[in-house]
């Protein structure tokens, strides 16, 4: 296979005289890869989903935060009724036990909630990691020398641990602000890495040199020559760094430390449905599933396109 | 080597000050009040100026990191007067909850997390190689894709889903094994691992993923090197090829991982030892979180930091055992 997608992507528009632009990879990709196709709809439903959160949770004709007592079942300890969770016209995914809060309307926010935060610390981390890494990979000398100390300083901080900490210690702020600010601060040194290690490969190449001697700012030269060229593998990556966060942020919230209820999101449903497994096991299931599938599908996704537009990876 | 060694020290003390340093701040200066904390709820101004001295939080922020500091290396004084407290060597402070010495509490739960972990990443690493390196060989037939897809989905299922699923079909409808309680592996090797074989498969099932597709990845580099043309043309038999020549070499970016995942799990599995009620390092953790047990909660993270560190440091010098290139 031709191995012009990283040239291609690299003057971001028109494609080379011979072998195929990135979309004619992606597209081609699609078609050989049925999974992927599966899960790039996946994907797109529950971005829709999560942006049309208000006015999709509002079709079922419950708020999250409303209670249902007529669902549950008083003398049951307050189990669903009806079947399956209570399931039904009513309620389209049931209802919460107890309370009888619409589940329907609240993974519906929970996915808005915990996607924000997940894109919102991916682009904190993409953002910050590419202009580390390129500004290391580029000037290198000093930079590079005090960049690449503070990525292994980073790096040998227990994440999980510190986020855990942070976030129980930081009381009365917005959470889902600081979470974000917060599963940011440890991501970006895996993006720097990529990117540097990239920019050094570009840095001398015969364009960059050439506009170089054509008087260009190291300004230009790093928006116009290198960020173009750092960009097919950081989109891969930043693919694939989309599960992570979702995980990062049900993690935290399923542990208590996350977003603060009544507000959902699917890790502290998750973790507020535990004691219920065996009860009712369609409150266990339902956010379970759908943090399952937005991991899987993101996964998958970010594999394809990292076999697409990164150089070195997968293609033989 | 022995020069290398001594870098790599000085680096790692480095590091660790730095963690210390913010995890300090993070705890002594963001909007928090250990003095509050410690004091409880119904504290009076006056008992709660006392408290204050008496951790010595009305000292200037350095005087009390040089402190701290100080505890950790020689051990040190707490508070004065009557109340004194002689804190040995490595002195962490005390628990706000139980007034137990944070250092003592930490090494009581050890062995039980370092169990888990242990064992944990000895069957992860037995299912992932196992499985990356099957799929590396059958290159594109059905058993890799199989193998593959089953990887993914296994790595997106979070860990508390799986964990509740297996004490759910194991425990609870097969009744194959006892609920968790941890045993000394000394008294009952055999107690020891019946009782943990459920949190190590739902630790090593989110964990193999990872490697399986990072060793199928390696295997599929490394088996298409000259290198194993020669040995299968000197007549090796295929095992031998396999195992000593292409996972061999497949092995270093597989190591770095494993010594991260394995440095951050002896005191990062919260969730894990959460749900199966054992009582190790990361339940210690999530304990002080709810009560606000500062001391403690610092201590955790210290304790995680320098196991990651270390851990780097291990693999790092394990390269040169691994890979002959490697020289330093």
């Known amino acids: 296979m031709t191995t012009t997608a990283p040239a291609a992507a690299r003057d971001g528009s028109a494609a080379p005289a011979t072998g195929s632009s990135p979309w004619q990879l992606a597209r081609r990709e699609l078609r050989r890869r049925p999974a992927v196709r599966v899960s790039l709809c996946v994907v797109v439903l529950l971005v829709l989903m999560a942006v049309t959160a208000p006015w999709l949770?509002?079709?079922?004709?419950?708020?999250?935060?409303?209670?249902?007592?007529?669902?549950?079942?008083?003398?049951?300890?307050?189990?669903?009724?009806?079947?399956?969770?209570?399931?039904?016209?009513?309620?389209?995914?049931?209802?919460?036990?107890?309370?009888?809060?619409?589940?329907?309307?609240?993974?519906?926010?929970?996915?808005?909630?915990?996607l924000l935060i997940a894109f919102a610390a991916t682009a904190i981390v993409v953002v910050t990691g590419t202009a580390a890494g390129i500004a290391a990979g580029y000037f290198g000398g000093r930079t590079d020398a005090v960049l690449s100390r503070l990525m292994d300083l980073t790096m040998s901080f227990p994440s999980l641990i510190f986020m855990i900490a942070m976030l129980s210690v930081a009381k009365d702020v917005n959470r889902i602000v600081l979470m974000t600010a917060v599963i940011g601060v440890f991501g970006w040194p895996g993006v720097a890495r990529v990117v540097r290690g990239q920019t050094l490969s570009l840095r001398h190449r015969e364009y960059v040199d050439a506009a170089r001697v054509g008087g260009s700012s190291s300004w230009r030269i790093l928006t116009r020559d290198v960020l173009p060229g750092v960009c097919g593998p950081v989109i891969a990556y930043t693919t694939l760094l989309i599960p992570g966060m979702i995980s990062t942020e049900a993690a935290l919230s399923y542990l208590g430390v996350g977003v603060r209820p009544p507000t959902p999101s699917w890790g502290q449903m998750i973790a507020e449905s535990v004691a219920y497994y065996e009860t009712d096991p369609m409150y266990f299931l339902i956010p379970s599933v759908f943090l399952f599938l937005s991991v899987l599908a993101f996964t998958l996704l970010g594999d394809a396109l990292r076999d697409i537009l990164d150089p070195r990876g997968g293609r033989t | 080597m022995i020069l290398y060694l001594a870098r790599r020290l000085l680096a790692l003390a480095g590091v660790l000050l730095a963690i210390a340093a913010v995890t300090f701040l993070i705890f002594y200066v963001l909007p928090s009040d250990p003095a509050a904390a410690a004091c409880g709820k119904t504290c009076s101004a006056e008992r709660l100026a006392d408290v204050r001295e008496y951790l010595g939080l009305d000292q200037p922020l350095w005087r009390q990191f040089a402190d701290f500091l100080t505890g950790i290396f020689t051990g040190r004084t707490l508070g004065s007067g009557q109340y004194a407290v002689q804190c040995d060597f490595p002195c962490l402070g005390y628990s706000y909850e139980n007034s137990l010495p944070v250092w003592d509490l930490l090494m009581d739960r050890l062995p039980v997390s370092a169990s888990l972990a242990v064992g944990a990443a000895v069957l992860w690493l037995v299912l992932g190689l196992g499985a990356g390196v099957t799929a590396a060989l059958r290159k594109d037939t059905l058993t890799d894709k199989a193998l593959m897809v089953g990887a993914v989905a296994a790595a997106s299922l979070p860990v508390y889903f799986t964990s509740v699923m297996l004490i759910y079909g194991v425990i609870r409808i097969a009744g194959l094994l006892p609920y968790p309680t941890y045993q000394a592996f000394s008294g009952d090797p055999l107690g020891w691992a019946t009782n943990l074989l459920l949190p190590w498969t739902a630790l090593a099932l989110l964990y193999a993923a990872m490697y399986a597709r990072q060793s199928r990845g390696s295997m599929i580099e490394a088996m298409a090197e000259p290198y194993i043309r020669t040995a299968r043309a000197k007549g090796m038999p295929e095992r031998v090829v396999v195992v000593k020549h292409g996972l061999r070499s497949g092995m270093t970016p597989i190591l770095t991982i494993f010594g991260m995942d394995l440095g951050g799990l002896l005191a990062g599995a919260v969730i894990t030892e959460s749900i199966f009620g054992l009582p190790g390092i990361g339940r210690l953790?999530?304990?002080?979180?709810?009560?606000?047990?500062?001391?403690?909660?610092?201590?955790?993270?210290?304790?995680?930091?320098?196991?990651?560190?270390?851990?780097?440091?291990?693999?790092?010098?394990?390269?040169?055992?691994?890979?002959?290139?490697?020289?330093?």
């Open chain 1, 57 to 114: 949770g509002a079709l079922g004709g419950w708020s999250p935060e409303e209670y249902d007592k007529s669902a549950v079942d008083p003398y049951l300890g307050g189990q669903p009724l009806g079947s399956f969770g209570g399931i039904g016209p009513e309620h389209w995914l049931g209802v919460e036990p107890v309370t009888g809060r619409d589940l329907f309307a609240r993974v519906v926010t929970g996915a808005q909630v915990s």
């Open chain 2, 285 to 328: 953790f999530y304990g002080a979180l709810v009560s606000s047990d500062q001391p403690v909660v610092l201590g955790v993270t210290l304790l995680a930091a320098f196991f990651i560190v270390v851990a780097n440091l291990a693999v790092d010098l394990l390269y040169a055992v691994i890979d002959p290139r490697v020289r330093y």
